[in-house]
């Protein structure tokens, strides 16, 4: 279940290729990635679709992509509009904005709830949620939620996962990084720091997570990138991990 620090991809605005951007944002922890460009002809996206999946691959990560359409995979993200019933595939998400949405789930294994704060890629859609709209539409959701639409800072990532979201799905912040893995660093070490202390203790001893049950997975520590098969990928680390732990995703309506 996507968790974390989610990126949606946008090329336009992607500093030096959409692939290098990504590549950075798995070597800084993102472990979920959301394919948007819905303009492209499906043979390119698709194509899109198999680069971005070998990048994600060589840390376990998952590509979700925008729409019915997985173009080879099984993990999909669905506008509010349609289609309903969704489709059966191992991963199905939607975007929501309202309680209204968020009562026509069935299915869904998870929800974007938007737009949380003012966003330069949508400039006046909204108004904004800000934290406590966003409390209020978590509660009464009954599948864990994504907060998107204006999360830049590390700061907001700790305002959304204290509201209760099982993470933050970011567009602009990594696309127009200077440095994409320095980014995705911040912001998903942002994650891990704001989601430990809500771990809580059973009579056991054991440790169990928020009721979305999402846990933090834990990223490759160090790694470079390097050019591969015409990939710049992320490679697994030799160094130990003893840095805190990050983790592994709508823009679109």
């Known amino acids: ?131 406590e ?6 509660r009464i959701s009954h599948v864990p939620v994504l907060a998107l639409g204006g999360v830049e800072t590390p700061d907001q990532v700790t305002a959304c996962i204290k509201a209760g979201a099982a993470g933050v799905a970011v567009l602009g912040a990594i696309m127009r990084a200077q440095d994409p893995a320095e980014t995705a660093t911040a912001l998903t070490s942002a994650y891990v720091q704001a989601v430990t202390p809500v771990l809580t203790q059973t009579r056991h001893g054991a440790t169990r997570s928020p009721r979305t049950g999402l846990r933090p997975t834990v990223p490759t520590q160090g790694s470079s990138l390097t050019a591969r098969s015409g990939h710049c990928r992320p490679q697994p680390s030799t160094a130990t991990t003893n840095g805190p732990p990050q983790t592994a995703t709508k823009e679109e309506k």
Request: net charge neutral; proline share 10%.
């Open 133 to 138: 709209g966003l409390r209020e539409l978590i």
């Open 1 to 131: 279940m996507p968790s974390g620090v989610v990126v949606l991809t946008d090329r336009f605005v992607a500093l030096g290729g959409l692939e290098r951007v990504v590549a950075g944002a798995v070597a800084g922890g993102v472990r979920w990635v959301v394919l948007r460009e819905k303009d492209l002809p499906r043979a390119e996206r698709a194509a899109l679709a198999t680069d971005l999946r070998a990048i994600l691959a060589d840390v376990g990560g998952t590509l979700v992509v925008a729409g019915p359409d997985p173009l080879g995979g099984d993990a999909v993200h669905l506008p509010a509009a349609g289609p309903y019933p969704p489709p059966t595939h191992r991963l199905v998400g939607r975007s929501c904005h309202d309680e209204n949405e968020l009562n026509r789930l069935t299915t869904e294994h998870y929800a974007t709830i938007s737009p949380v704060y003012p966003t330069r890629t949508k400039p006046g859609y909204g108004p904004p949620l800000a934290t």
